[in-house]
């Protein structure tokens, strides 16, 4: 009878073993890729041509520290790393190999991993946040893998070192320390490759387990602990079909351990893969909004030194020369289309430098109410000039929000202009704020004619607008000085019934902390 229990415990520690021994793998595999892609990162920002801005740089490649380190100098950004422990940080990644992953001691007591980089002038430090790190490996690691062996024959299973229990079919299992039991410690201290069989008592229940040494990734020795129920195995052994069952318990944890390994690389690669889409998305983002940047710069440069003197000319004609009578009014009309379209121009080239430009919004804590109020002294006027209604639905909620108020009213008077723009005579736009979650969500809403999806989709392409006085840059402007403030735009519309426009911004509490990281 215990011959079959040995050959019961035996499969099932196999099977146990594979799995961990795969956990294993997909945990080195896991840091493997986190090393790979914060050396890409790493290599991208050594090789790009200095001065590079660290802030727009880090935040593209989720960077959470960059230092470089010259001499007995050290600078850059440390994050949410405390000035005293700084130099523990770099003592531990400088004493790694180049390029090599470090997350232990104050580099993991901070919630990173980090690797190190020489450079011609400075050797700099780069490291990103773990969380996500640390989520793959709950997710992929030993644990989630053991905790499926448990079925009704097979009580527990778990990998015991001499202090702890390193992971278990049951996040509550209770086992005696490997030092208060002379059996196990025999074992553990013998180091010798195997199984170990025994009956023992647990839990008011006769037990038969199998113990066995498990190599850990550290290269130290744990224990394999299996146990299964001799009642129901004495019970089974007596029956018919013994065979057929132990057969299929085995197939079925078999098949388990199979689909759950699979289903967690499946979707770690998929998370991985989507991160990297991300990723390249957003630098891809950047290269753009940088070109942009630069060909703003040579245009300004280009065209607004002789857009001067085409102001200045304009105001000369208008002080020192008189026409006849007959042709002063077209004089007159002449020269303020000449100012207005002078004008037009610089708007454009505002705007265009704008959208090139990096926005950092300098936050204050103001009341949203406050903020929306100071918007509308001019729409409401302009409204009421054209025969409109701009209307704030009450009441705005009361609480402080954390935004740029310059650029807040930059993003509503564009926006709100837009739907000015939209409506006719006797058409109505409407601005309303609601707390949302975390944060605060502003409309703005017109009846004016709306637009088709495919209309939809070129009006927030740069440079495309359908007004004879319009730019194009107004609302890509405004939807980048919404998520420079960690928000978020939606643009709604639909022919003949108008265009809703919703701004998410988070509140100021939540900005805070996102800072204090």
């Not at 793998?25 to 790493?42: G, H, M, N």
């Not at 880090?58 to 007995?72: E, F, I």
């Not at 979707?267 to 983002?285: C, L």
Request: charged share 25%; hydrophobic share 40%; glycine share 8%.
């Amino acid at each position: 009878m215990e011959l079959t229990f040995q050959a019961h415990v035996e499969s099932v520690s196999q099977l146990v073993r594979l799995g961990a021994e795969n956990a294993a793998d997909s945990t080195a595999f896991i840091y493997d890729l986190a090393q790979e892609d914060l050396a890409d990162a790493a290599l991208l920002l050594r090789d790009r041509p200095r001065p590079v801005d660290r802030t727009d740089a880090m935040k593209a490649l989720n960077l959470a520290v960059w230092v470089s380190l010259t001499g007995d100098r050290t600078d850059g950004i440390w994050g949410a790393v405390p000035f005293e422990e700084r130099s523990s940080v770099v003592e531990e990644v400088l004493g790694r190999e180049p390029a090599t992953l470090v997350d232990s001691g104050p580099v993991r007591i901070n919630r990173l991993y980090c690797l190190w980089m020489p450079g011609e002038k400075a050797t700099d430090i780069y490291c990103k946040d773990a969380s996500s790190l640390s989520g793959y490996q709950q997710k992929a690691g030993l644990g989630p893998l053991i905790k499926q062996v448990s079925n009704l024959s097979v009580l527990y299973a778990a990998i015991q070192d001499e202090k702890n229990i390193l992971a278990a079919s049951s996040p509550s299992l209770e086992l005696p320390p490997v030092g208060d039991d002379p059996f196990l410690s025999r074992i553990l201290a013998a180091g010798s490759p195997g199984l170990h069989y025994r009956r023992y008592a647990w839990n008011g229940k006769q037990l038969f387990e199998g113990t066995g040494i498990f190599q850990l990734a550290d290269g130290t020795a744990a224990l394999l602990r299996v146990g299964v129920d001799a009642s129901s195995l004495i019970d089974m052994e007596n029956r018919t079909g013994l065979r057929q069952k132990v057969m299929g318990t085995t197939a079925l944890i078999l098949l388990i351990l199979s689909i759950i390994a699979a289903q967690a690389f499946s979707r770690w690669q998929s998370r991985g893969e989507e991160e990297q889409r991300v990723a390249a998305g957003k630098e891809e983002q950047n290269r753009h909004w940088q070109a942009i940047g630069q060909m703003a710069a040579t245009v300004a440069h280009e065209v607004r030194t002789p857009l001067s003197t085409l102001k200045m000319i304009g105001q000369r004609l208008k002080k020192e020369f008189t026409v006849d009578d007959r042709d002063r009014a077209e004089f007159e009309v002449l020269l303020a289309l000449l100012d207005s379209e002078s004008e037009r121009v610089n708007r454009v080239i505002s705007e265009f430098l704008e959208l090139g430009k990096p926005l950092v919004p300098a936050r204050r804590r103001t009341e949203l109410a406050v903020l929306i109020g100071g918007c509308l002294t001019s729409l409401s006027l302009r409204a009421s000039l054209e025969g409109k209604a701009l209307n704030v639905v009450e009441p705005v909620p009361a609480g402080e929000v954390s935004v740029d108020p310059e650029r807040f009213f930059q993003i509503i008077q564009n926006l709100a202009g837009n739907a000015l723009d939209a409506v006719r005579k006797g058409g109505k736009v409407e601005i309303s704020a609601a707390h949302s979650g975390n944060g605060f969500t502003v409309r703005i809403s017109d009846d004016g004619p709306g637009m088709d999806p495919g209309a939809l989709l070129r009006a927030q392409q740069p440079f495309v607008t359908t007004k004879s006085h319009g730019t194009g840059l107004g609302l890509p402007l405004a939807r980048r000085l919404v998520e420079a403030h960690g928000g978020r735009m939606e643009i709604r519309s639909r022919v003949g019934e108008g265009t809703v426009i919703d701004m998410f911004f988070p509140d100021a509490g939540t900005e805070e902390q996102k800072e204090t990281r």
